[in-house]
């Protein structure tokens, strides 16, 4: 596994070694090991799939606060997302606090993203399907979302949402919300 640290202190993308052969090829997506050598919480109790039917569909930006932060690793296992975390820590500056990264089922990246930040994608194919894997069991009163197109942070999504959940398109900055 290559670990490449963004310029968010403790995001990490995430991509694979693959050892090839006639049949395919082989390739570590986990190693708790070397998650602990590099610092990085191991911990994970829960997996879940998001699966959505339309490009531009946009989920996020979720978190959860504490004492129920979670470190997240996000996968693209079917289609194309483009993935945007926010560091939503005391010292980081709103305008220059957000990255995007694709993921897609053809680059097999891994985005690892720490207690602190808000997680959101948007689809960029149809059919797509995203793998979580997180440190904290969803906890419905500690949830929390900053609206996908709030002013202070100006992400830049690729496409205008076309998929939208009423949570998501209404929410603000403080305000419970469901994954």
């Known amino acids: 596994m290559i670990f490449s640290e963004t310029k968010l202190k ?23 090991k070397k ?3 590099l610092g990085l919480n191991p911990k ?5 799939i998001s699966f959505n039917k339309k490009k531009g569909t946009l989920r996020g930006m979720h978190y959860q606060i504490p004492p129920h932060e979670e470190v997240k690793l996000i996968r693209c296992t079917k289609g194309k997302i483009f993935d945007v975390i926010i560091d939503l820590r005391t010292n980081s500056k709103k305008d220059e606090s957000w990255i995007g990264i694709e993921l897609t089922s053809d680059n097999y990246k891994m985005l ?21 894997q997180m440190s904290e069991f969803y906890n419905s009163s500690h949830a929390r979302n900053i609206k996908w197109n709030d002013v202070e942070y100006r ?16 929410t603000n900055s403080g305000e419970k919300s469901s994954p």
């Open 10 to 32: 403790g995001a990490y993308i995430i991509e694979i070694e693959k050892q090839e052969d006639e049949r395919g090829f082989f390739a570590r997506t986990w190693d708790a």
């Open 112 to 132: 690892y993203v720490p207690e602190g930040f808000a997680h959101g994608f948007q689809t960029l194919e149809d059919n797509t399907e995203v793998f979580y």
């Open 44 to 48: 994970l109790v829960q997996c879940s």
């Open 155 to 170: 992400i830049k999504w690729p496409l205008n949402p076309t998929v939208l959940s009423k949570n998501d398109s209404s």
């Open 35 to 37: 998650f602990e050598e």
